[in-house]
């Protein structure tokens, strides 16, 4: 195996741009595909070679790969399995054929099978957070404000109940206030989850986003970031509580400099 080579399976978001930076200081030559048609084109900086492959296109992943003789890849940033019903891709024959074997369309259902249908061809696939395991926050608040004690009750709250709705593999984030459940995620994902959660509290929200029990990091591992902080704002949320060591912090200075001008904690728990 040429361990020097690294492709990036790139979804959306900053985090396949952080993971192509700290490949390429590691000393890997990397090989981006952005997956999607709103995946971050500036990873291709860090790239010996960038290509826009649709998520749906199976052949032309693996096909990409084998040619430059890539032999183990992570797979990082937002891909939402909206995409399988809302018709926004249209799978080739392989994925198709895969898609439909599948027992059910969970998350790591579909996951593991193109984790599986990789190996089949001699490409394994790479812990997500291996490269970049400093963006993981240590336990403690992170920003200037601390929360209230109804907010880290509702902390603890929504963490439990989000470590049961990961168990399920069903997702990853809750929206909760006094001890209610205001929202949880499906496949709609955080951002409309928060954004959902968020109105029907009207304000005063807490959003709790964690690991799930059974976490494979070669795929899903949590990630905030700018956005997260961003929407909470527009909906009035005011704490976020996060996995220490287990969720992923992107773009951390903006997010923090976000949350604190407005108001907004943030925990490591």
Same mark, same amino acid.
Request: glycine share 8%; hydrophobic share 45%.
């Given at each position: 195996?040429?361990?020097?080579?690294?492709?990036?399976?790139?979804?959306?978001?900053?985090?396949?741009?952080?993971?192509?930076?700290?490949?390429?200081?590691?000393?890997?030559?990397?090989?981006?595909?952005?997956?999607?048609?709103?995946?971050?084109?500036?990873?291709?900086?860090?790239?010996?070679?960038?290509?826009?492959?649709?998520?749906?296109?199976?052949?032309?992943?693996?096909?990409?790969?084998?040619?430059?003789?890539?032999?183990?890849?992570?797979?990082?940033?937002?891909?939402?399995?909206?995409?399988?019903?809302?018709?926004?891709?249209?799978?080739?024959?392989?994925?198709?054929?895969?898609?439909?074997?599948?027992?059910?369309?969970?998350?790591?259902?579909?996951?593991?099978?193109?984790?599986?249908?990789?190996?089949?061809?001699?490409?394994?696939?790479?812990?997500?957070?291996?490269?970049?395991?400093?963006?993981?926050?240590?336990?403690?608040?992170?920003?200037?404000?601390?929360?209230?004690?109804?907010?880290?009750?509702?902390?603890?709250?929504?963490?439990?109940?989000?470590?049961?709705?990961?168990?399920?593999?069903?997702?990853?984030?809750?929206?909760?206030?006094?001890?209610?459940?205001? %929202? =949880?995620?499906?496949?709609? +994902?955080?951002?409309?989850?928060? $954004? *959902?959660?968020?109105?029907? #509290?009207?304000?005063? /929200?807490?959003?709790?986003?964690?690991?799930?029990?059974?976490?494979?990091?070669?795929?899903?591992?949590?990630?905030?970031?700018?956005?997260?902080?961003?929407?909470?704002?527009?909906?009035?949320?005011? %704490? =976020?509580?996060?996995?220490? +060591?287990?969720?992923?912090?992107? $773009? *951390?200075?903006?997010?923090? #400099?976000?949350?604190? /001008?407005?108001?907004?904690?943030?925990?490591?728990?």
């Amino acid at each position: 195996m040429n361990n020097n080579k690294l492709g990036i399976l790139a979804g959306t978001g900053k985090l396949p741009v952080e993971c192509a930076r700290a490949a390429k200081q590691a000393g890997y030559e990397v090989y981006g595909v952005g997956l999607l048609a709103d995946s971050d084109p500036s990873i291709a900086q860090f790239c010996s070679d960038y290509q826009f492959i649709s998520v749906a296109q199976l052949d032309a992943i693996l096909n990409y790969l084998k040619t430059n003789q890539v032999q183990q890849v992570t797979m990082i940033g937002k891909v939402t399995k909206e995409l399988l019903f809302n018709g926004a891709v249209q799978p080739d024959a392989h994925m198709l054929q895969l898609i439909m074997s599948l027992p059910d369309r969970r998350d790591d259902t579909i996951m593991m099978a193109f984790v599986r249908e990789l190996a089949r061809t001699g490409i394994q696939t790479f812990d997500q957070t291996k490269l970049i395991r400093k963006l993981m926050p240590h336990r403690g608040t992170i920003t200037k404000r601390e929360p209230t004690e109804i907010e880290r009750q509702d902390m603890e709250f929504g963490f439990r109940i989000a470590k049961e709705l990961g168990r399920m593999d069903i997702g990853q984030t809750v929206v909760v206030k006094n001890r209610a459940v205001m %929202a =949880l995620e499906a496949i709609e +994902g955080t951002d409309a989850c928060i $954004e *959902r959660g968020g109105k029907l #509290a009207c304000g005063g /929200a807490v959003v709790a986003k964690v690991s799930k029990p059974q976490q494979d990091n070669r795929f899903d591992v949590p990630t905030v970031g700018y956005r997260t902080i961003d929407n909470m704002a527009k909906v009035g949320a005011t %704490a =976020l509580a996060i996995e220490a +060591g287990k969720t992923l912090l992107v $773009e *951390r200075e903006q997010m923090i #400099a976000l949350a604190d /001008a407005k108001g907004i904690a943030i925990v490591a728990m």
